[in-house]
Structure formats: structure tokens, C-alpha cells
């Protein structure tokens, strides 16, 4: 699953890039936002034997931008720095269906550069790995939540309609901190009082709404279909401008497989320079769930080409050899070991998936042969001992 995610970014410029497990918890309390849950209520912190202060990382997004950042990537002069990422995350959560205290992601990162055309290439590459997959009951919800002009007006605006509501002691809490996600409350009993909330789009400046109607634009250009929600915020406090979340409806409450958005101040937030930046990360687990939920398995390609099947010890030096001349060949090798019998080894030979088996006895080693299988027609031909690996990686082609 995880390079049906990275094939669309590698033919699209992206590098790899591996982050490590844990950070300074501080570099997710100012990237990620102090008033979120994940770093209120879900980061796992701990203190070190020499004082510092870290966290198993909860997501990814800060870690690559701070990686990236202290290599230098962003003063190459090759705006933007395209990174992707792949590993596991971390979550003190309430354990359920599609949500774990370790879960894993694949992400990309675009770091450097402002363009309608770049949040939509990332949607359109997540489109295409899902797609890859075989996925096709997916929806795509699209949001603009402004800019560092007019985002303050709304807040105020939304801040001044939530204050006059029914919340309890936290929500009213976050209302003075960040109160766009209440938006973002699952709680039927806080949803049912958002009806008539203001509307951020309503309050986009001019040069915010271009910039979204340029992404929805190209989308339909692209051929991928979206929906507008305006209510779309995302858990995290550095998005600006577009974001956008993957939902799969097979997967009951927890349906976001996905999601993302633009952060043009997090460089900033974490002590860089003005980097405007793009990203998602993809969720593995609840991607596994909507594939199950609609009945869609995958065909895992064989790791083996060919199978060795030596029989007697004389052919379990000669088979040993070809082998290994195999796999310095690059021909994908395996071999029978623990001194199965025929029917035994042919066993294993047909799990593991080989084209061929590669079967010798003392009689063949005398004629200087080995027989090779085809392991789907089930022909079986002499081939000379010491052109093996050849005749091998000619029939592969």
C-alpha cells in the first residue's frame, strides 16, 4: 500500500525523506497548536534523563518542515522542496474501529512555494494513489479557510455567535483560542447549535477567493470530482488556505482516510523563515478498512521469481551457487532449506510464487544439468549447470 502512495509522488519530483520517532515537544506545541487535542490531551510527552522534554511524534508535517529546514533544503533555489514520508504516528486516543494509538501514514510534503497548481497536483496524486488501489467510494471535501487578512475578521465574527451559545467549560475555553474547531465538534449536542454559524467563505478577502476558485478550477480540469464544505477545518492550527479531507462512507465515524491542506506560516511558527507550504498525509489503517469495506484485495505481487529445490547434498552446494549468482543478477531468489524432501519443497515452492523451481539430483549434477520448472505450463527442461543463471534471466525478460 505504502508505494501504491508513493508511485504518483516519485514520477511527480517528490524525495523521500525519514523523520525520527520522537521530537522537542515543543516543536509540535507551536507547529501543531497548543489548544488542539492532540497536544492538550493525545501527545504522548516525557522527560528524558537529562532534562528535555519530548514527544513521540503525533504527525508529520512538522517534523518534515523542521527536518528539511535544518538541512537547508529550502536555500537550494529549487522552490519547491518536494519531500514524501512514510512511518508510524502516535495518539493517546480512545481506542476504536479506524482509530489507534499507533497508526500509520504516508505523507508529501511541497515546502516553498504559493500556486493554486501545487495544492491541486498534491489532491490530484492522492486521487490517483487511492484510485491505484482500486478505490472508488471516496468523496473529496474542499474548503478555503483564508488568510492571516481575513481570517481574524471571521474569527471575531464566529467568535462573537459561539459565545452566545450552550457550551460547556472547554468549548467556551476554546472559543477565546481557536475557534474554528468548533466547527470541527463531532458532539450532536454542540453540531445542532453550529446551524447558522458564520461562514468563513463569506468573509474570504478577494485575493483568498481567487486563489480557491483557481484550485476548484484546475480540479475540474483534472478531472476529479470534489465537494464544497464549508464547515472543513481540519485538527490542526497551521492551515491556511485550501484544505481538504478524503472521507470513505464504509468506514462509520471515523471516515476520513485522508487529508490536508496548505500551512503558509508554520516555517515561520517553528522559528524558519516564510516558507508557504502544502502537504497531506494518507491514514494506512482506515486505507486497509475502506478497501475491506468495499470488498476490494489487493494482488500482492510474487517476491520470488525463482525457487531452488536441491535434493542430496552435492546439490545443495550446486543449487547454493546458483542462487547466489541469481541475486547478484538481480533475479528476486529463494531456497529450499531445513533438507525437505521433494514433495516438500515443491510445496514451498509453489507458495512462495516463483515462474520457476529450480530442481537437481545427483543424477542431473552427473550430466551437468539442472531441471527447470515452469511453475504455470508445469514444462520441465534441462538446463546446463554453469549457463543457469543466464538461460535463467533471459526467460525472465
Known amino acids: 500500500m505504502r508505494e501504491a502512495i508513493a508511485a504518483p509522488l516519485r514520477n511527480s519530483g517528490y524525495g ?13 506545541a507551536r507547529g501543531v497548536g497548543e489548544s488542539t487535542d492532540i497536544v492538550t490531551k ?24 523542521r ?7 529550502h536555500k537550494s533555489g529549487n522552490l519547491p522542496v518536494k519531500l514524501w514520508y512514510s512511518g508510524s504516528y502516535y495518539r493517546y486516543e480512545r481506542p476504536q474501529k479506524g482509530r489507534y494509538r499507533h497508526f500509520s501514514q504516508v505523507g508529501a510534503e511541497a515546502i516553498g512555494a504559493e500556486d493554486p497548481a501545487l495544492d491541486t497536483e498534491l489532491i490530484v496524486l492522492a486521487d490517483q494513489a487511492y484510485r491505484s488501489l482500486g478505490l472508488s467510494e ?30 460547556d467549560e472547554d468549548t467556551r475555553r476554546r472559543v477565546d483560542i481557536n475557534p474554528l474547531r468548533v466547527l470541527d465538534d463531532k458532539r450532536e449536542s454542540v453540531r445542532k447549535q453550529l446551524v447558522g454559524a458564520p461562514l468563513l467563505r463569506d468573509h474570504l478577502c478577494d485575493a483568498c477567493k481567487a486563489y480557491h476558485e483557481e484550485v476548484r478550477e484546475l480540479l475540474t480540469a483534472a478531472g476529479v470530482s470534489f465537494e464544497d464544505d464549508e464547515k472543513l477545518v481540519r485538527g490542526l492550527d497551521y492551515y491556511t488556505r485550501t484544505t481538504f479531507e478524503f472521507v470513505h462512507d464504509g468506514l ?15 516555517s515561520e511558527m517553528i522559528g524558519g523563515p516564510a516558507l508557504p507550504s502544502v502537504g497531506w498525509a494518507l491514514g494506512v489503517d482506515r486505507t486497509v478498512l475502506a478497501l475491506e ?12 521469481s525463482v525457487f531452488a529445490v536441491p535434493l542430496g547434498e552435492e546439490a545443495r552446494r550446486a543449487l547454493f551457487a546458483v542462487v547466489t549468482g541469481l541475486r547478484r543478477a538481480g533475479v528476486a531468489a529463494d531456497f529450499s532449506y531445513g533438507g525437505k ?23 542431473d549434477l552427473a550430466d551437468g544439468v539442472v531441471q527447470l520448472k515452469d511453475m504455470e505450463s508445469g514444462e520441465q527442461v534441462p538446463v546446463a549447470l554453469d549457463s543457469a543463471v543466464e538461460e535463467i534471466r533471459t526467460r525472465l525478460v
Open 67 to 73: 527536518a528539511a529546514l535544518e538541512a537547508n533544503l
Open 293 to 304: 469495506a468495499e470488498g476490494i484485495e489487493l494482488e500482492l505481487p510474487a517476491s520470488t
Open 16 to 28: 523521500y525523506v525519514e523523520t525520527p520517532g520522537f521530537e522537542n515537544v515543543e516543536l509540535f
Open 42 to 65: 493525545e501527545m504522548y510527552a516525557f522527560e528524558t534523563k537529562g532534562g528535555d522534554r519530548l514527544a513521540l511524534r503525533p504527525e508529520g508535517t512538522a517534523s518534515v518542515l
Open 341 to 363: 524432501g521433494l514433495k516438500g519443497a515443491m510445496k514451498s515452492a509453489n507458495r512462495s510464487g516463483a515462474r520457476y523451481a529450480l530442481v537437481a539430483g545427483e543424477r
Open 138 to 167: 471516496f468523496r473529496i471535501l474542499l474548503n478555503s479557510l483564508g488568510d492571516k487578512e481575513c481570517r481574524p475578521v471571521y474569527r471575531e465574527a464566529l467568535q462573537g455567535f459561539l459565545r452566545g451559545l450552550d457550551l
Open 252 to 266: 462509520g465515524s471515523q471516515s476520513a482516510v485522508g487529508g490536508g491542506g496548505r500551512y503558509d506560516g508554520l
